[in-house]
């Protein structure tokens, strides 16, 4: 199974600055197959991107993701109060499918 | 709207069994692979199994293939997992989740709230 190490655990920013999260697989991840998820406390995670760099319907332009192969970036230009959460990034191009064990964004 | 709406969590034994049903309303049902997922408290992520639009394919990950079932009703719109022989570990809160199709795979576009089942004495 592809493992997916997502760095930093803790991320402690600022609003108005840009936030970079990145995830790694153990292995490819095929046809770029990379999804980024959004989770608040006490809610179920929210869909933000899919096949690596595309936005899920609603999601604002300052959330973007890059990368392929192994190597995946999530970024938030500029962050808003409403963004500190925690992320994790998921792969389906394989099964069975996995995911990252998470960054949490907070409030510095 | 797309609704995804878990029920039957709770306490149980380990050893026991508990199933799980989510109703699913806003979107046609029987035209989506549906999956669930589950969080341990404080942990990440893990998908547990899905199945296909007809109920024909489904998968399990390893650590519940052989104690659980995926199941559904295309008929009532429902999502169901019957989860047997379980363990401390199975704690978690599980989420029903609608796949959308990308040519040969599918990522996770829409979830339920969630629900909790507990395994301890």
């Known amino acids: 199974e592809i493992v997916l190490t997502q760095s930093p655990g803790t991320l402690s920013l600022s609003p108005g600055e840009r936030a970079t999260l990145s995830c790694r697989a153990s292995?490819?991840?095929?046809?770029?197959?990379l999804a980024w998820y959004q989770q608040k406390p006490g809610q179920a995670p929210r869909l933000l991107i899919y096949?690596?760099?595309s936005r899920a319907t609603g999601i604002p332009d300052r959330f973007s993701g890059s990368g392929s192969g192994t190597d995946f970036t999530l970024t938030i230009s500029r962050l808003e109060p409403e963004d500190f959460a925690v992320y994790s990034c998921?792969?389906?191009?394989?099964?069975?499918?996995?995911f990252g064990q998470g960054t949490k964004l907070e409030i510095k | 709207e797309v609704q995804l709406v878990e029920s039957g969590g709770g306490l149980v034994q380990p050893g026991g069994s508990l199933r799980l049903s989510c109703a699913a309303s806003?979107?046609?049902?029987?035209?989506?692979?549906m999956s669930w997922v589950r969080q341990a408290p404080g942990k990440g992520l893990e998908w547990v199994a899905n199945?296909?639009?007809?109920?024909?394919?489904?998968s399990y990950v390893d650590s519940v293939r052989g104690r659980f079932t995926i199941s559904r009703d295309n008929a009532k719109n429902s999502l169901h997992l019957q989860m047997n022989s379980l363990r401390a570990e199975d704690t978690a809160v599980y989420y029903c989740?609608?796949?959308?199709?990308?040519?040969?795979?599918?990522?996770?576009?829409?979830w339920g709230q969630g629900a909790l089942v507990t395994v301890s004495s």
């Open positions: 989740v609608r796949e959308k199709v990308v040519t040969i795979s599918s990522y996770f576009d829409y």
């Open positions: 806003g979107f046609t049902f029987s035209g989506y692979w």
């Open positions: 199945i296909k639009q007809d109920g024909s394919e489904f």
């Open positions: 292995q490819s991840v095929s046809s770029s197959y």
């Open positions: 096949g690596a760099s």
């Open positions: 998921q792969q389906y191009g394989s099964s069975p499918y996995t």
